[in-house]
């Protein structure tokens, strides 16, 4: 049967390397997983209780509403509820804003080494990915893309992931409002912030998007709860949107896309701000003594915003990759973001980060 070609030459997202599958191969006992920018200090004492507790009604279907999963996180992020629907992980709220206003033909427009979900669902959905280059810095250039916007009129979403995985880089509260401030009247287009990364950032001129939402009607923000609150296996995503786009996103989404213990577990992580606050404190330490170890050692980082940090190995990441597994220490290589001279590595608790910079000091 015919399929087009965007869905054949599709190649599956690749996933940080397993710990069992590392352990097998390796014959380990000890690996250690920086890889998947996950949560390294576990799951949450409160998310666990009340997942406990959810486990009993497993038996129904899940809240297709989001009743209250919508009303304490609409106090959280600070928004009224119309405002704010959800996804199974952010990843699902890529997917389906590109479904929802993208045809074939159309384009969507983010920039070079920019998180690589929005070309793959685009690809998916037979939208086109445009790139506006990134300099030595590998921070998002918003003038570029600016000026892909006027040249193109195929141009429906610009993505800015902000933070950026996997550069760790973030664009300015005055950057961002420059280039909204030039298309605040052009109702063709959509910006997404995703900030995925939100609470780890600790620089002041980093954007309040939330204030930016109320400012500029195409502008949409993407929030989730795999990062600093440790949900990443039960997929949440938040949609910070004008009520026309959450319209479209509840109409377009499957009923039951956020299951019923990914709801309970997000009204618990939200509640449980110890947590967040000792997640930020493991991350920011972490971060500073890989910057100081880095420094040290004479190698390359980009300063980062997040909860990994990507360096430059010198020589092909993905052999450095290949010699740190077999001293059972998982990294990312970064190849497919057009960075094969790097690897990403994600801030774990101090004992995983001693051995990744032992393990790193061998090897480089
Ligand atoms: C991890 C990450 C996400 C979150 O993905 P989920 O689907 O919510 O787990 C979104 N954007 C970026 C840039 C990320 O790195």
Known sequence: ?????????L???????????????YGLEQVYKLASNENPLGVGAKVKEAL???????????????????????????????RLTFGNGSNELIDLL???????????????????????????????????????????????????IEESNKVRLVFIAN???PTGTYVTESEIEQLLAQHKDNENILFILDEAYNEFVREKDYPDSLKLIKKYNNLVVMRTLSKVYGLAGLRVGALIAPPEVIDLVNRVRNPFNVNSL??????????????????????WEGLDFFMEEF???GVKYWPSQA???????????????????????????????????????????PEENQRAIKALAEVL
């Open 1 to 9: 049967m015919y399929v087009s070609k965007e869905i054949l030459n």
């Open 98 to 148: 590109i479904r929802i206003y993208c045809e074939p033909g159309d384009s969507i427009l983010t920039s070079e080494h920019a998180f690589i979900a929005y070309k793959l669902c685009a690809q998916g959905a037979r939208v086109a990915t445009k790139e506006v280059p990134m300099g030595k810095d590998l921070r998002f250039n918003l003038e570029e893309i600016s000026k892909q």
């Open 262 to 283: 990914a709801q309970v577990a997000a009204i618990a992580a939200v509640s449980d701000q110890d947590y967040l606050k000792a997640s930020q404190k493991v991350i």
């Open 52 to 82: 406990m507790r959810a486990i009993n009604d497993v038996n129904r279907y899940p809240d297709a509403s989001f009743y209250e999963m919508k009303s304490i996180l609409a106090k959280y992020y600070a928004v009224k509820e119309d």
């Open 295 to 297: 420094s040290k050692m």
């Open 11 to 25: 190649v599956p997202y690749s996933p940080g390397k397993p710990v069992e599958e590392t352990q097998r191969e």
């Open 163 to 165: 933070p950026n995985n």
């Open 307 to 349: 909860n990994f940090i990507l360096f430059d190995c010198g020589r092909p990441g993905a052999e450095v990759f290949q010699e740190l597994l077999k001293k059972g220490v998982i990294m990312r290589p970064v190849t497919g973001y057009g960075l094969p001279h790097c690897l990403r590595l994600s801030v774990g608790v």
